[in-house]
């Protein structure tokens, strides 16, 4: 997964203006709050980052595929502390972050700080990372449980402390059209699909999906690929991932197979946008919008999708648009997939090491809540404090540690399936190839050792 | 910086001439040149000879630079049905582009020759050649796109509406992507085929073509016996710039399609294979292949130009 890209609003804005500048003026003229504005007092005050230490002047950079509206409410919340430590924060988002950091660690330039969405692509770079100090590992053991700091370690020894959390099997749908169609939330995934083959009678297009996002086109796929594995069973999940099985294994063509019955069929989708054959080309970012305008029922994508919304659309259980968890094969038991970003280092720099540390804490991660749409992991983070009723809820999930969850299988799997052969293999399988053809040309980029 | 920069390079360049006068003072011709040819040979050596050298080292090793594999990389290429798909669209591009390029710019050429407002004509097919790839290929992605029931904003789409067809996605679709792209770069060379062709149409002297029409040539003859052949070094220049173009071809399929629905070709692969994977190997292996492809057409091209100065002399 990658939950980077907030461009659309942009280009809409930009090819708006082009149009129309008096509308554009009034639709995307100043952000509805400035990112920080609202950030309670206790962060303004410089005592609560007395344990960093202070330092004169001194730069920290960071690298991510964080850009846009998104990257301001982020640099919103660190602001204070790098001003009251004495450290210039440096972001730098970027559109295509993946190829960019080969360059950048191979011609020894790499970012002091960066954060990486996929832990699979992080640890090709381990021989040039920066452990956790142990002030970092101590913020990180107090804020995660151990299942989370596992993802960003090797060897036992902790590299990259996690960033945000996204809760994934999600579906999201307009609590208004279900009741005027006297549709109810489907407990398992049997009635999901009965409730798709009705709304479908009903001459409503049930689905929505979207697979294309620039250079990751795809990625969206391999969602809903991970989250069929995981309700064909969480220990074939994990044999997936690690690859104790070949990636074409007859149980992972199966799981093509059970979400082939709603993404092949031009009678589920592409509510809004036409037929199967839109959704490569669908930007992930807009995928959803249909559904606030009824033209379809059901969206399935993470908690982040919360952000994407246009402005006039409201979040909330009785609001325009709501989320219900993915269901799994017997009522009750909903597996959960979801993402994070880590937070690696180059740079064995004090100044660094102070920077991740604050990354590390509870005070960002609420900080972080506050000033935009994010959620997170970390067990010092009040759900309250997120910003609409679907990211309380997924932060809630996030935190609950009895529920069956696994991390985003692409994410993990080594760069060259999970952030190419997976993703193109996903726009292969739209595109007519048969499931085996696509699992068996991913098996065989699988690298060898 | 620039300041520094600047008294460096002339400080280099006055060391180096007198260099040459004290060498030109002992009278060895040989030398002098050498003392000339010195910094090319330095800088060629840096910029290219090494790294050419390097990657062709490195296409024998694995993705970590670290082992040594023979020729597996070049085996990967042409055995891996998803590398034959990208010989196959290169292969394409090659042919085609330089083909129907030079031969709609020679007929537009011809067709303009000696018309009023010729200047006119020839400038508005000339103009996508100031269009960057990157801005053609963003223009054409619009005119391509595709969206689902009857609302289009894709030019091609709409215009296959209003004949009551239904809208297709065109840049999925196996092979026609591909030569929906290769229009892409047909509309940007065209223009230079023809400003080309059209110059040497004008230096056609006319009493050859007066001959030809004297001793009873139709204009179909004329075209083929006197036109052609005397412009044949000029229509050569143009297939061989434009074939090398369309060898090179990166940035129209990097933004359109971004190399997905098996649009790649061997230049966006080897960007890809060497950059998004990390597989060094197989990117350097394809930047191999990619210059032996290139040998044969800057091989014939020397070989023409050898001849016509055989021939002039």
Redesign the interface.
Known sequence: MKKDRRLPKRFLCVTASAAAIALAATACGAPDEEPGEELPDWAADCDTYADYGSFDGETVSISSSIRGDEADEMTAAWSSFAECVGITIQHEGSGTFESDMRVRVDGGNAPDIALFPQPGLMFQFVDNMVPADADTQAAAQEGWTQDWLDYGTVDGQLYAPPHSANAKSFVWYSPSFFEDGGYDIPETWDEMMDLTETIAADGTTPWCVGFESGEASGWPGTDWIEDAVLRESPELYDDWIDHNIPFDDPGIVDAFDRVGEILLNDDYVNGGHGGVNTIATTSFQEAGYPVADGECAMHRQASFYSAMWPDDVEVAEDGDVFIFQLPGDEPGDAPMLFGSEFVASFSDDEAVHAVRQFLASADYHNLRMTTGSWTTAHQGADPENARDDALVRAVEILHDETMTSRFDGSDYMPGEVGAAAFWTGMLDWLGGTSAEDVTSNIENAWPSD | MLGLGLAAFILVIVVLLALAELVAKRGSKALTAAVFLAPVGLLLGAGLVVPAARTLGLSMFD?SGENFVWFANFQWIFT???AQIILLNTLLWVVLTPLIATGIGLLYAVLIDGKRGEAIYKSLVFMPMAISFVGAAVIWRFIYD????TDQIGLLNQVVVWLGGE?Q?W??MWPWNTLLLIVVLIWVQTGFATVVLSAALKGIPAEIQEAARIDGATPWQEFWRVTIPSIRPAIIVVVVTISIASLKLFDIVRTMT?G??RTGVVADSMWFQA?????AGRGAALAVVLFIMVIPIVAYQVHNLKRRQEETR
């Open positions: 993705g891996d049905s998803g595709h969206r689902g029931g809208p996605a840049l999925q971004g997905q629905f950059f998004r994977l990390g597989e």
